[in-house]
């Protein structure tokens, strides 16, 4: 009931965050409401069970794009990914048991006349059933925290970044998902630059065995997912096979 409680606060202060960074060109921002969901989020980060509970995590899974558009349905249907589902869930059902793991979903959420559809056909577009989660791990939204993207790069999911901040002993970060060449390794090196940036010692783990991409003409999956993994590693990352 305890954690319950408190993950219920973590969710809340996600929220607020995605809130806060919704907008991020900042002089559009009601300033007014900009403070006050500040101040709302200053609150809950001093509660005590709140600091308690982030104390305490150290290691985070992130999991990108397990999705229905992304699976088994739509233009980016993918029998790979959807073979990611089981077990990126029985890791975070893993996760979900450890006192010292929390776990985070990006999602690919686009709106009506998105401008990525410039250059990839059209998915993923909310309220459609390509924007939900994998039937499977719909836990884990209900749960935790979901990011959405309107855009390739999870880097751009409003608070993402800033929410990982709120856990002063957080040492991995680790990556499950999809597609490895696109979202996946978008999402992992802009995880990495951002700590860089920051001065924050957290280490980025790609694992090799719980992400994938497609096959296609011009676009051979194993090729792809090698060089992948390749361009990561130079970047700082760690690869590891399941954990």
Not at 119 to 127: G, L, M, Y
Not at 185 to 212: G, H, P, R, W, Y
Request: aromatic share 10%; with cysteine.
């Amino acid at each position: 009931m305890i954690k319950k409680e408190v993950l219920s606060k973590i969710k809340k202060i996600g929220e607020l965050f995605k809130e806060i960074r919704s907008d991020n060109r900042l002089v559009t921002q009601d300033l007014e409401q900009y403070i006050e969901k500040v101040a709302k989020l200053r609150i809950l980060l001093k509660d005590e069970s709140v600091i308690k509970f982030t104390n305490a995590i150290d290691e985070i899974l992130v999991i990108v794009d397990e999705n229905v558009g992304f699976t088994t349905k739509g233009a980016f249907k993918n029998p790979y990914m959807e073979a990611l589902i089981e077990p990126t869930n029985k890791m975070a059902q893993e996760f979900a048991n450890a006192p010292n793991k929390f776990i985070i979903a990006i999602n690919e959420k686009h709106h009506e006349g998105s401008q990525e559809f410039k250059t990839f056909p059209e998915h993923c577009k909310e309220n459609t059933e390509e924007a939900e989660y994998a039937e499977a791990l719909k836990w884990i939204l209900s749960e935790y925290v979901v990011f959405e993207k309107n855009t390739t790069m999870a880097a751009f999911a409003p608070g993402f970044l800033d929410f990982l901040t709120i856990f002063p002993n957080l040492k991995n970060i680790l990556f499950a998902g999809g597609v490895t060449d696109i979202c996946y390794m978008e999402a992992v090196l802009s995880t990495k630059k951002f700590l860089d940036q920051n001065d924050l010692d957290i280490e980025v783990t790609a694992l090799k065995d719980l992400a994938d991409t497609y096959d296609a003409p011009m676009h051979n999956r194993e090729e792809w997912n090698r060089m992948s993994f390749r361009f990561m590693e130079q970047g700082g990352i760690k690869i590891k096979q399941k954990i």
